[in-house]
């Protein structure tokens, strides 16, 4: 159940928070509406607040983060869509300066979690992800299956990953042929984020570069109830911009 919070007692808290630190020390900050406030809280001072309320900052800022899509500093990415069209993806520190990245990988898992995890590591095993295949269009494939698309943990970025390769192209492309939600899909290098993009949907992909010689795990999850989704991930060396 989310906690709610009158606007008046909202803003007297956030004015106490900016004005008098010392005195937000000693309120116990409690019944807010998180979510529905992120964009306020997000953007307060962090060195300057109190534990309490950085706790509700971070929590603010990990909602806004979960909610763009984006690419670590130092590589490029793009969205393609299913009519062609591409759209380069901003850094992480271009939309969310001096911001620290959210947890990439849940402490903790709920048991529906577990199971729609446990689901794909178990037809989906690591074997399967050592060597590519070439398909029709003589593109080099690192996994095309039909997959469970769990709910995102939580207090994580991603969950468990559906596939772990070790790429022999300098980029990567990885997305959902067709699937029966919205998703979020991410790609890591090692317990390192590259890339996470939200709200997408059947036919659309991200694309990756400076994978050549990395280890990458491919993540999929949905904001809503549990779907199924065709995912793709493969492996080219030449731009498609």
Not at 39 to 52: G, R
Not at 216 to 221: L, P, R
Request: cysteine-free; charged content about 15%; aromatic content about 12%.
């Amino acid at each position: 159940m989310k906690k709610t919070i009158s606007i008046i007692l909202m803003l007297s808290t956030l004015l106490v928070v900016m004005v008098t630190p010392a005195l937000a020390n000693r309120i116990e900050i409690t019944d807010i509406d998180i979510e529905a406030n992120a964009e306020v809280y997000a953007y307060l001072d962090f060195d300057a607040a109190p534990l309490q309320m950085k706790e509700v900052i971070l929590e603010a800022r990990n909602i806004i983060i979960f909610d763009n899509s984006w690419v670590a500093d130092g590589y490029e990415a793009w969205i393609e869509y299913p009519d062609g069209t591409q759209e380069e993806l901003p850094t992480f520190s271009e939309l969310f300066p001096n911001w620290d990245f959210p947890e990439a990988f849940p402490t903790t898992l709920s048991l529906f979690e577990l199971m729609h995890l446990s689901q794909n590591i178990e037809s989906n095993p690591a074997s399967d992800f050592q060597d590519t295949i070439t398909n029709s269009s003589g593109t080099p494939e690192y996994f095309h299956r039909t997959i469970t698309i769990p709910r995102r943990p939580s207090n994580a970025l991603f969950g468990a990953p559906f596939a772990t390769f070790s790429s022999r192209h300098n980029n990567i492309r990885a997305g959902a042929v067709g699937s029966t939600v919205n998703y979020n899909v991410g790609l890591s290098f090692g317990s390192q984020p590259a890339m996470f993009g939200t709200n997408f949907r059947g036919g659309m992909f991200i694309s990756l570069s400076g994978t050549s010689g990395r280890t990458v795990s491919a993540f999929v999850s949905t904001d809503g109830a549990a779907g199924t989704g065709l995912m793709r991930v493969e492996g080219f060396d030449f731009f498609y911009q």
